[in-house]
């Protein structure tokens, strides 16, 4: 397995303008978890899934915020309208029954 | 709840020295724990996980953890440092054993001197 894939790698836009990251879990792992990492906060969960599910979107940090699975092998994160504190790294793990595995994250800089 | 402790943001230590970074956890469950590596601008890459065999955990580079129920520490250490180790260290549990949530700390970084 190619393991957990995101995309794109980076993204640069401009404030006020809508931002889709995009995540395809590993196969068969039946939990998605969708994570934000900043210096100042460090890694925060911001939403999961179980079956393609929500679980907990308790971590989304506002209205501005959403995430959907349409299928097992597809998540997007969506941000509109993006502001210059969303700027970031954005993690997409998918998990069975043990560990979780990682993306490789998408860095998000809204100017 | 499940929350996990990891004590001293930074760690430094000498190349070819102990490393030690200390993890501390609360599970009203049997608890599933890991320690993750995070080197500079990649994801976070497992280096061990206990679920409920032998409490000393072996992992990858050198690493393993000790599952201690009686301190609800999961400690990871490394008896010789080499510079490579320099990364950030995360320690989680699940909120659920096999199920559920990882429950992450807010991670030490290690910084090998030579």
């Known amino acids: 397995d190619a393991g957990v894939i995101q995309s794109p790698r980076h993204e640069v836009t401009e404030m006020g303008q809508e931002v889709t990251l995009r995540c395809k879990p590993i196969?068969?792992?039946?939990?998605l978890f969708w994570y934000r990492q900043t210096m100042m906060r460090g890694l925060e969960l911001l939403i999961y899934f179980n079956n393609n599910v929500p679980i907990d979107d308790s971590g989304m940090p506002e209205d501005r915020f959403s995430a959907k699975m349409p299928n097992a092998s597809f998540s997007t994160l969506k941000i509109q309208p993006s502001e210059p504190r969303d700027s970031a790294v954005y993690f997409c793990?998918?998990?069975?029954?043990?560990?979780?595995?990682f993306g490789q994250g998408t860095r998000l800089t809204v100017v | 709840a499940q929350s996990v402790t990891q004590l001293g943001s930074h760690v430094s230590v000498s190349e070819g020295a102990l490393v030690l970074l200390r993890c501390n956890y609360s599970s009203s469950v049997p608890p599933y724990l890991f320690w993750y590596v995070q080197y500079p601008n990649q994801g976070l890459q497992l280096l061990l996980k206990?679920?409920?065999?032998?409490?000393l955990v072996k992992g990858i580079n050198g690493f393993e953890a000790e599952f201690k129920k009686s301190e609800t520490s999961f400690h990871l250490t490394k008896p010789s440092a080499h510079m490579s180790d320099a990364a950030e260290y995360f320690c989680?549990?699940?909120?659920?054993?096999?199920?559920?949530?990882?429950?992450f700390g807010k991670g030490t970084k290690l910084s090998v001197k030579p």
């Open positions: 989680a549990v699940s909120d659920g054993g096999s199920q559920g949530n990882l429950i």
């Open positions: 206990y679920t409920s065999a032998a409490t």
């Open positions: 793990a998918s998990r069975n029954r043990a560990e979780a595995f």
């Open positions: 196969s068969g792992h039946d939990y």
